[in-house]
């Protein structure tokens, strides 16, 4: 199982996304008023790729403008993100979070999973985890690593502030016609309210099992100007 749901499915929690924390009712009254087009102030996203290994990154900042508007929206969200990709490892890195005029915490979700049943395990810093009442909150400065249904491995440098639960989740349907229900593994890191510097590191080893090492990779600069990432002897 690929772990992909849609029945209960959490749409402020979509995974390598960086959001604020909305209820599924505010999610659904910001569509409803979304003006199509929006535009971004900013310009920058790029990858590059050598058909086998890759790097992309953007500024992300949710300052928008409607087509028809004339003036801008004030962000209330940015950050400087990339991903590095060689072999079967992709480093998720981000940097300058910044969510000083929202009054809604940010998290990064890493995992969202449609559990195919109750015992379906996943892993936490080895240990398999099983049944829809768990719930953990990584309060102190340290690395972590989780294992999703797929069997990929995931590195988390600092997990202080990482959020996980088994549980089931309602939602709502993409006619917002009826509610949905779903049991669901749902990981993510809470960078908090009011921050000015918020950053992550993560990596995920596709199928890497349930392996407690970090990949072989070095973060040479993660900041404002650049993010630079070394694997093994390359």
């Known amino acids: 199982a690929s772990g992909t749901g849609y029945s209960g499915y959490d749409w402020s929690h979509i995974p390598g996304v960086t959001a604020p924390a909305l209820s599924i009712a505010e999610v659904l009254a910001d569509a409803k008023a979304f003006e199509w087009p929006r535009f971004s102030n900013e310009a920058f996203a790029s990858g590059v790729t050598d058909g086998r290994d890759g790097v992309y990154g953007y500024r992300f900042s949710d300052r928008t403008k409607g087509n028809g508007a004339s003036t801008w ?57 099983t049944g829809l009442s768990y719930t953990a909150d990584i309060t102190e400065d340290g690395p972590a690593t989780l294992t999703d249904i797929a069997g990929n491995s995931y590195y988390i440098a600092n997990a202080k502030g ?46 890497g099992g349930a392996s407690a090492s970090k990949p072989d990779y070095t973060v040479l600069r993660k900041d404002r100007v650049a993010h630079i990432v070394s694997f093994g002897d390359r």
């Not at 004030?74 to 300058?96: G, Q």
């Not at 929202?102 to 990064?108: A, D, G, K, Q």
């Not at 639960?165 to 006619?175: H, I």
């Open 162 to 207: 990482l959020h996980m639960q088994r549980a089931e989740q309602t939602s709502r349907n993409d006619q917002d016609k009826a509610d949905t229900r779903g049991n669901y593994f749902t990981a993510w890191l809470d960078h908090g309210s009011k921050v000015a510097d918020g950053e992550y590191e993560y990596a995920v080893t596709v199928r």
């Open 73 to 129: 929206i004030a962000p209330k969200l940015t950050a400087r993100k990339s991903y590095f990709f060689c072999d079967n490892v992709v480093v998720a890195l981000a940097s300058d979070i910044d969510n000083t005029a929202s009054s809604y915490p940010s998290h990064t979700t890493l995992i969202q999973n449609l559990l195919p049943s109750a015992d379906t395990p996943i892993s936490v810093n080895g240990s398999d985890i």
